[in-house]
């Protein structure tokens, strides 16, 4: 691996029983917006592992990731000082010009992504206000990290264990916002684009290939033609897409 690609995990910890937070350092240089990810070479694996990013700074990046195969499995074992082979900075990441008083909306492992975008938007003068869902109160996670940025944390939880029990489109009914910006599985994607009036950006979570949209895995029909997820996207304008 070449020494821009070498990122050393410096720890690699649960959050929940089936979610784990790895900060690495490195060169974050190509991370130029809220929202890209990093494609994780990892070994015995033929594909790379797409997982987006959380916070970063000068030095470090940290990503949050769910166990849900092989691969992640293969992730969650790892030693701090572990060498890593990563692909940074990859796809759009969100546009913060659109909005003034938005709404960051995080489903589940979709969380992640909410977190720097929130800090940017802060950085930017902006008021976010920020709704995490999950299924149930063990499965949530960052609630504690977003509040202390001092901003409006709403959780929900599908069973009612904690914060408000429902969906996020629950959580959002009488919020004032003016667009919104979201990642999180399919279903929450459609039932918030019916949910709301204002424009906004959702950030799609596909099976990658490459990662920088030469094998064209990733495609996905638009109102504005094919699009691949991981280049010009993930994060696409309510308005182009097609469900």
Same mark, same amino acid.
């Given at each position: 691996?070449?020494?821009?690609?070498?990122?050393?995990?410096? !720890?690699?910890? %649960? $959050?929940?029983?089936?979610?784990?937070?790895? #900060?690495?350092?490195?060169?974050?240089? &190509?991370? *130029?917006?809220?929202?890209?990810?990093?494609?994780?070479?990892?070994?015995?694996?033929?594909?790379?592992?797409?997982?987006?990013?959380?916070?970063?700074?000068?030095?470090?990046?940290?990503?949050?990731?769910?166990?849900?195969?092989?691969?992640?499995?293969?992730?969650?074992?790892?030693?701090?000082?572990?060498?890593?082979?990563?692909?940074?900075?990859?796809?759009?990441?969100?546009?913060?010009?659109? !909005?003034?008083? %938005? $709404?960051?909306?995080?489903?589940?492992?979709? #969380?992640?992504?909410?977190?720097?975008? &929130?800090? *940017?938007?802060?950085?930017?003068?902006?008021?976010?206000?920020?709704?995490?869902?999950?299924?149930?109160?063990?499965?949530?996670?960052?609630?504690?990290?977003?509040?202390?940025?001092?901003?409006?944390?709403?959780?929900?939880?599908?069973?009612?264990?904690?914060?408000?029990?429902?969906?996020?489109?629950?959580?959002?009914?009488?919020?004032?916002?003016?667009?919104?910006?979201?990642?999180?599985?399919?279903?929450?994607?459609?039932?918030?684009?019916?949910?709301?009036?204002?424009?906004?950006?959702?950030?799609?979570?596909?099976?990658?290939?490459?990662?920088?949209?030469?094998?064209?895995?990733?495609?996905?029909?638009?109102?504005?033609?094919?699009?691949?997820?991981?280049?010009?996207?993930?994060?696409?304008?309510?308005?182009?897409?097609?469900?």
């Amino acid at each position: 691996m070449s020494m821009q690609n070498c990122y050393k995990i410096l !720890s690699n910890e %649960p $959050l929940t029983a089936t979610v784990f937070k790895m #900060v690495l350092q490195g060169d974050t240089g &190509a991370i *130029t917006a809220p929202g890209q990810f990093i494609n994780i070479k990892l070994e015995g694996k033929f594909l790379r592992r797409p997982i987006s990013v959380c916070d970063y700074n000068d030095a470090t990046i940290t990503i949050i990731y769910k166990v849900v195969g092989e691969g992640t499995q293969q992730m969650s074992a790892m030693q701090p000082g572990t060498l890593l082979d990563c692909l940074v900075g990859l796809g759009n990441g969100y546009d913060i010009s659109k !909005s003034k008083n %938005p $709404l960051l909306v995080g489903g589940g492992v979709g #969380v992640p992504p909410m977190y720097n975008l &929130a800090k *940017t938007l802060i950085a930017d003068g902006q008021r976010p206000v920020v709704v995490l869902g999950f299924n149930t109160a063990d499965e949530v996670f960052y609630a504690d990290e977003f509040e202390a940025l001092g901003i409006e944390v709403i959780v929900a939880t599908v069973d009612g264990t904690m914060g408000i029990k429902g969906f996020v489109t629950d959580a959002i009914k009488d919020l004032d916002y003016d667009y919104f910006y979201a990642c999180g599985p399919l279903p929450m994607f459609k039932a918030l684009y019916n949910a709301t009036d204002v424009s906004g950006q959702f950030s799609f979570e596909e099976r990658m290939g490459c990662g920088f949209g030469a094998c064209m895995g990733c495609s996905c029909k638009t109102k504005y033609g094919s699009k691949r997820i991981c280049k010009d996207g993930p994060v696409l304008v309510k308005e182009e897409i097609i469900w």
